[in-house]
Nanobody, 116 residues
Framework: QVQLVESGGGLVQAGGSLRLSCVAS??????IGWFRQAPGKEREFLVA????????DYKDSVKGRFTISRDNAKNTVYLQMNSLKPDDTAVYLC???????????WGQGTQVTVSS
């Protein structure tokens, strides 16, 4: 089973940028998605990318600010986050999509904190 490790989170001021990385333990061409979960809120889907680089629609609240990309040679999916807002504060997680479109393997998450 593929294991995922996220990195790149941190503390940033509103309007700033961060780039998150999701590194898979082995080669996978499965769809990989980014999610986030803020304290007291449910986990929400942000965007995903297939093994061939096709992207899903972005969650409306991040559209135009976040960009997903994938480098299969590095087994890595990125999430470039620009124009960050305090509402973007959350733990960001990536996951691999398996059979029946289920998200089967999750990383441990990386904390993103945006100060006003």
């Amino acid at each position: 089973q593929v294991q995922l490790v996220e990195s790149g989170g941190g503390l940033v001021q509103a309007g700033g940028s961060l780039r998150l990385s999701c590194v898979a333990s082995g080669r996978t061409f499965n769809t990989i998605g980014w999610f986030r979960q803020a304290p007291g809120k449910e986990r929400e889907f942000l965007v995903a990318v297939t093994g061939s680089g096709v992207k899903t629609d972005y969650k409306d609240s991040v559209k135009g600010r976040f960009t997903i990309s994938r480098d299969n040679a590095k087994n890595t999916v990125y999430l470039q986050m620009n124009s960050l807002k305090p509402d973007d504060t959350a733990v960001y997680l990536c996951a691999v999509q398996g059979g029946y479109a289920k998200w089967t393997s999750w990383g441990q998450g990386t904390q993103v904190t945006v100060s006003s």
